[in-house]
C-alpha cells in the first residue's frame, strides 16, 4: 500500500474502546478458520474476516490456532457484515514503529536483499515495507563484480537516514566497521611480539603482503615473507591461509607487522661451502612451474632448472614433457648464488648438444636444405631437414642487394636451401643465411676498382647533403655536397635528378664498412688537368681559360 493510503488509515485510528470502526486497530480472538479465510471476534457481537490473499502471503496466518489473538486494521466491511481486517497493515504500522525506534535511538535493524537497483540494493524489511541499501554502504569496500553475493541474504544494519511511511536508507557497513573494531581492539589486547599467529592473504604487492588476522590488517614486507628471493606473488596466493610471527605491534597507530619466514632458521648459511658452479648434484623435483621446475638439494636449499635447460629438444615447452614432482634427478649448477638464494640448474648439460652435432658434420660455409617454421619482420625460424636442428635467419642475410620482408619471401613449411653461417649466440640454434650462398657484391667490386679509379653510377637518392650513387646492384656510394659541381646558387635537388647516371673519381672505399665516396668535382679537375697537359704539351702555369682564349684569338686570325 502507497505511504499516503497508508498514514490516512493510521491518522483515522480509533482506541480500542467502543464498537468497530473502518481505520481501527482492533485485537481479535481466532474463532474460525479455513483455508481462506480467518474468523476474528472483535467484541461488541462484532466479527471481522482476514481475506485469503493475506493467508496466502503471509505464512504464519496459515499457522494460527483457534483461540489466539490477531491484530488488523478495519479496511471495510463485507456484504456479510463481517468487518475486513489486514493484517499486513497492522504490521507493518507496528513494524514502523519499531523501525523508528530503532532509528532514534540507533539499534540495529535486519532485512533480505531483493534485488539490485540503480546505485544500490532494495531490502525487505518485513510487511511490505522496503529500505534501500547504497553501494557503498553495502561493505567495507565495495566489491562490483561481487555484489550478487548479498542477494537473497539477510544482513544487518543500521538506519541512517528516516522519513515514517515514506523512505527508509540504511547501512550495512557501519555495522561491519563495528564489528571489525571490535575485533581489533581484541586482538591488540591479546596479542603481543613473538606470537604466532594465522591469517589469511588479503592483498598482494610487489612489496609485501597484507593479511586479515580476524579484525585487524598484518602487512609482512618482501623480504620477510621467505629466505629465498621470490616475489611474494611466487611465494604467496589471494586467499591463502598462513602462519606469521609478530615483529611488531603499534597499538597508537593499530599496525602489526608480520614475518613467514622467521618461523624456520635460514638453510643458506652452508650452501655457498657446500655446492660450488660445474658440480653435478641429485635433487628430488619437488615442484613445477610454467617455466622451469625446482629441485631440492637438501631440506630448505632449491635449485630451479629453466625450461630452457631441460632438454635441448626445441619440442619441449613445458617442464612436465621431462620432470615430475616426487622424482630423482641429476643435474649440473650452472650458477650459485648464496646471498641471493639462488642456485641455477641445468639439466641438458649432461647431454651433447645437436646444434654441435649438427656442426660437425655441416660446418660453417655448408649448404644445407631446412623448412620454414615461423616468419616475423626481422627473422625467420627454421628447422633443418638433417638433424631437425633449430635455425635463425635474420632478415639482412636474405638479400645483398635489397631488405626483404621475411613474412613476404617465404611461407610456412617452405623447404629452402641456406648457407650455414655458425652456431647462434646462445647455443640453441644455428645461424644461417641465403645470400651467403653468393660472393658479396662489395667483394666483387672490390676486385676491380680502387682509390682514383672513375666510377659511373645512377643516383638513387638527392639530400641536402649530397647524393647517393648505386655503382652497381647491392653497391651504393655517396657524393658529398662539398665533391658536386655546383655553383653557389645552386640547389642541388634541381641540378641533380633521380635516375640520372653520374661519374666521378673514387675517395674512398672500404668494403669492410661498406663505404664508398664519390667526387664529380675531382673527376673534372682531373679532365681539366689531361686536356691542358695534351694541348701545352706539358708546359706549367698555363690556366684552361687562357688556354681557351689562345685557340678562340686564332680561329679568328
Same mark, same amino acid.
Given at each position: 500500500m502507497e505511504?499516503?493510503?497508508?498514514? @490516512?488509515?493510521?491518522?483515522?485510528?480509533?482506541?480500542e474502546e467502543g464498537p468497530p470502526r473502518i481505520g481501527a486497530l482492533v485485537k481479535g480472538e481466532v474463532i474460525g478458520k479455513t483455508d481462506t479465510e480467518i474468523i476474528l471476534d472483535l467484541g461488541y457481537k462484532c466479527e471481522g474476516v482476514i481475506p485469503e490473499e493475506e493467508i496466502q502471503n503471509y505464512p504464519e496466518l496459515r499457522k494460527v490456532k483457534i483461540g489466539e489473538?490477531?491484530?488488523?486494521?478495519?479496511?471495510?466491511?463485507?456484504?456479510?457484515?463481517?468487518?475486513?481486517?489486514?493484517?499486513?497493515?497492522?504490521?507493518?504500522?507496528? $513494524?514502523?514503529?519499531?523501525?523508528?525506534?530503532?532509528?532514534?535511538?540507533?539499534?540495529?535493524?535486519?532485512?533480505?536483499?531483493?534485488?539490485?537497483?540503480?546505485?544500490?540494493?532494495?531490502?525487505?524489511?518485513?510487511?511490505?515495507?522496503?529500505?534501500?541499501?547504497?553501494?557503498k554502504e553495502s561493505d567495507l569496500e565495495d566489491d562490483i563484480y561481487g555484489r550478487k553475493r548479498l542477494l537473497n541474504k539477510q544482513i544487518e544494519a543500521y538506519i541512517v537516514d528516516f522519513v515514517k511511511n515514506k523512505k527508509i536508507l540504511i547501512s550495512r557497513?557501519?555495522?561491519?566497521?563495528?564489528e571489525l573494531q571490535r575485533k581489533k581492539e581484541e586482538f591488540l589486547n591479546k596479542v603481543k611480539v613473538g606470537d604466532v599467529v594465522k591469517g589469511e592473504v588479503k592483498r598482494i604487492k610487489n612489496f609485501g603482503?597484507?593479511?586479515?588476522?580476524?579484525?585487524?590488517?598484518?602487512?609482512?614486507? @618482501?623480504?620477510?615473507?621467505?629466505?629465498?628471493?621470490e616475489k611474494p606473488n611466487e611465494i604467496l596466493r589471494k586467499g591463502q591461509s598462513v602462519k606469521a610471527v609478530v615483529l611488531e605491534i603499534d597499538k597508537e597507530k593499530e599496525k602489526v607487522k608480520l614475518g613467514i619466514k622467521q618461523l624456520t632458521p635460514d638453510p643458506w648459511t652452508l650452501v655457498g661451502e657446500k655446492y660450488k658452479k660445474g658440480q653435478k648434484i641429485r635433487g628430488k623435483v619437488i615442484s613445477l612451474t610454467s617455466f622451469g621446475g625446482f629441485i631440492e638439494l637438501e631440506p630448505?636449499?632449491?635449485?630451479?632448472?629453466?625450461?630452457?635447460?631441460?632438454?635441448?629438444?626445441?619440442?619441449?615447452? #613445458?617442464?612436465?614433457?621431462?620432470?615430475?614432482?616426487?622424482?630423482?634427478?641429476?643435474?649440473?649448477?650452472?650458477?650459485?648464488?648464496?646471498?641471493?638464494?639462488?642456485?641455477?640448474?641445468?639439466?641438458?648439460?649432461?647431454?651433447?648438444?645437436?646444434?654441435?652435432?649438427?656442426?660437425?658434420?655441416?660446418?660453417?660455409?655448408?649448404?644445407?636444405?631446412?623448412?620454414?617454421?615461423?616468419?616475423?619482420?626481422?627473422?625467420?625460424?627454421?628447422?633443418?631437414?638433417?638433424?631437425?636442428?633449430?635455425?635463425?635467419?635474420k632478415a639482412e642475410d636474405i638479400s645483398w642487394y635489397e631488405r626483404k620482408d621475411p613474412r613476404k619471401e617465404f611461407k610456412k613449411e617452405q623447404e629452402i636451401e641456406v648457407c650455414v653461417l655458425g652456431k647462434k649466440e646462445d647455443g640453441k640454434a644455428i645461424m644461417v643465411g641465403i645470400k651467403q650462398m653468393e660472393k658479396d657484391p662489395w667483394e666483387r667490386i672490390a676486385e676491380r676498382i680502387k682509390v682514383g679509379d672513375?666510377?659511373?653510377?645512377?643516383? #638513387?637518392?638527392?639530400?641536402?647533403?649530397?647524393?647517393?650513387?648505386?655503382?652497381? #646492384?647491392?653497391?651504393?656510394?655517396? @657524393?658529398?655536397?662539398?665533391? $658536386?659541381?655546383?655553383?653557389?646558387?645552386?640547389?642541388?635537388?634541381?641540378?641533380?635528378?633521380?635516375?640520372?647516371?653520374?661519374?666521378?673519381?673514387?675517395? $674512398?672505399?672500404?668494403?669492410?664498412?661498406?663505404?664508398?665516396?664519390?667526387?664529380?668535382?675531382? $673527376?673534372?679537375?682531373?679532365?681539366?688537368?689531361?686536356?691542358l697537359e695534351k694541348y701545352t704539351g706539358g708546359k706549367k702555369g698555363v690556366k684552361l681559360g687562357e688556354m681557351v682564349g689562345d685557340i678562340f684569338n686564332k680561329k679568328n686570325e
Open positions: 505511504g499516503k493510503k497508508l498514514e @490516512a488509515i493510521i491518522d483515522r485510528y480509533i482506541p489473538k490477531l491484530e488488523g486494521i478495519i479496511t471495510g466491511r463485507e456484504e456479510t457484515g463481517l468487518y475486513r481486517i489486514s493484517f499486513s497493515i497492522a504490521k507493518q504500522m507496528r $513494524l514502523w514503529e519499531t523501525l523508528e525506534d530503532s532509528y532514534r535511538h540507533r539499534k540495529r535493524v535486519k532485512g533480505v536483499v531483493k534485488e539490485i537497483v540503480k546505485k544500490g540494493y532494495n531490502v525487505d524489511m518485513g510487511y511490505g515495507i522496503i529500505a534501500f541499501l547504497p553501494f557497513k557501519q555495522v561491519l566497521e563495528e603482503a597484507f593479511i586479515d588476522l580476524g579484525g585487524i590488517e598484518g602487512f609482512v614486507s @618482501a623480504r620477510d615473507i621467505t629466505w629465498g628471493r630448505g636449499v632449491e635449485g630451479m632448472v629453466h625450461v630452457s635447460e631441460l632438454s635441448w629438444d626445441p619440442s619441449v615447452k #613445458k617442464p612436465s614433457q621431462v620432470l615430475k614432482e616426487g622424482e630423482v634427478v641429476e643435474a649440473i649448477i650452472l650458477d650459485l648464488n648464496p646471498e641471493k638464494r639462488r642456485i641455477s640448474l641445468s639439466i641438458k648439460a649432461l647431454q651433447k648438444s645437436p646444434v654441435e652435432e649438427f656442426l660437425e658434420k655441416y660446418p660453417p660455409g655448408s649448404i644445407v636444405k631446412a623448412r620454414v617454421v615461423k616468419t616475423k619482420k626481422n627473422s625467420v625460424t627454421l628447422q633443418t631437414v638433417d638433424g631437425n636442428v633449430e635455425a635463425e635467419m672513375v666510377v659511373e653510377g645512377v643516383i #638513387k637518392t638527392v639530400t641536402d647533403f649530397g647524393i647517393f650513387v648505386e655503382v652497381e #646492384k647491392g653497391v651504393e656510394g655517396l @657524393a658529398p655536397k662539398r665533391e $658536386l659541381l655546383l655553383k653557389r646558387d645552386q640547389n642541388i635537388k634541381e641540378v641533380y635528378k633521380v635516375g640520372d647516371k653520374i661519374s666521378g673519381l673514387l675517395l $674512398l672505399f672500404d668494403k669492410e664498412k661498406k663505404k664508398l665516396i664519390l667526387s664529380p668535382r675531382l $673527376l673534372q679537375k682531373k679532365e681539366e688537368e689531361e686536356i
